[in-house]
């Protein structure tokens, strides 16, 4: 797209904003707050919700002899869904509140952080569960889950029509198995906090010293402890742990910069400006090409007038000849 019509889109968009009444003023409100992001945010739970409980996963079929599968179904976790959600939105919540308010960071602050820490949990569940289901990959205590008629063979392909277990959530979830929800949950949570507390600690700064570097790992060392824990749980195996860390720390990342620069930059403790504020840099922005093309005009008018002035000469003085 040429620069022209790049700038007469910007124009129409602004020409539609500038508008009197309703329309008007839903456009500049859709502009300048956060309204966007909160409507994404709920659309992603209310996706999550329905396919929670709407949806089955992919279930693929397996061996009774399958050893990879064999293993015992732990009914207390160490980590219980409760308490995940405790380590993984809690605490980092309570933090970064905490932290702006000692730190008497302002408001916008505290909202872009807070909000930035909403939606990299929501986006990391709903991703998950997107790939949980599509993929069906069996837990490593599937069996026990199933509880296989008698005189099932050992060697062959089965479905899940041989499981006779009655509890049809505790089935289905055993085809649940990758990537890892906790340890995507908790990598999107406390992995955005240690992304918040480099950047405001300065860490990735020339002779920082040890105690905030340790200070921002901290939460990712209890992340992975939430993750290591369901390899004790045997609910999954080392591949189903590393891909979700892996995909909650990714969008945790990219929730962070969505409103944060780099936490190698000076003003890494910063947030980017507010919508409002940037809408208004924005409009600022596009009034003046237009000024400035009406005082090109304008100078070129003010040297037409000039030129045809030095160029005309008064016959009144001319004086005829002999």
Known sequence: ?????????????????????????????????????????????????????????????????????????????????VWLFVYGGGIPLVVILVWTLVARSGFHQAHVSILGLLISLALTTFLTDVVKNSVGRPRPDLIARCKP??????????????????????????????????????????????????????IFRPRTDLARVLIALAPLVGAALIAISRLEDYRHDVFDVSCGSLLGMLVAYFSYRRYYPSVRLA??????PSRYEFAV??????????????????????????????????????????
């Open 1 to 81: 797209m040429s620069y022209r019509s790049t700038t007469k889109h910007g124009r129409q968009a602004s020409a539609w904003l500038q508008q009197p009444g309703f329309i008007g003023s839903i456009g500049r409100f859709w502009q300048r707050s956060y309204a966007p992001d909160y409507l994404g945010y709920v659309l992603l739970v209310t996706a999550y919700t329905l396919m929670g409980l709407f949806i089955e996963p992919f279930h693929r079929m397996f061996y009774l002899d399958d050893r990879s599968k064999s293993y015992p179904h732990a009914l207390v976790e160490r980590v219980p869904p």
């Open 267 to 272: 003003n890494c403790d910063q947030p980017y």
């Open 149 to 202: 008629k008698e005189g099932t063979p050992n060697n062959t392909l089965l479905t899940i029509d041989v499981c006779t277990e009655a509890n049809s959530h505790m089935l289905q979830d055993g085809w649940r198995s990758f990537p890892s929800g906790h340890s995507s949950w908790a990598f999107s949570g406390l992995g955005y906090l240690a992304i918040f507390l480099a950047g405001q600690m300065h």
């Open 281 to 322: 840099q924005a409009n600022q922005n596009r009034s003046k090409p237009d000024e400035e093309q009406g005082l090109r005009s304008g100078d070129r008018a003010s040297v037409d007038d000039s030129t045809d002035a030095t160029e005309s000469y008064p016959l009144n003085d001319l004086r005829s000849g002999p």
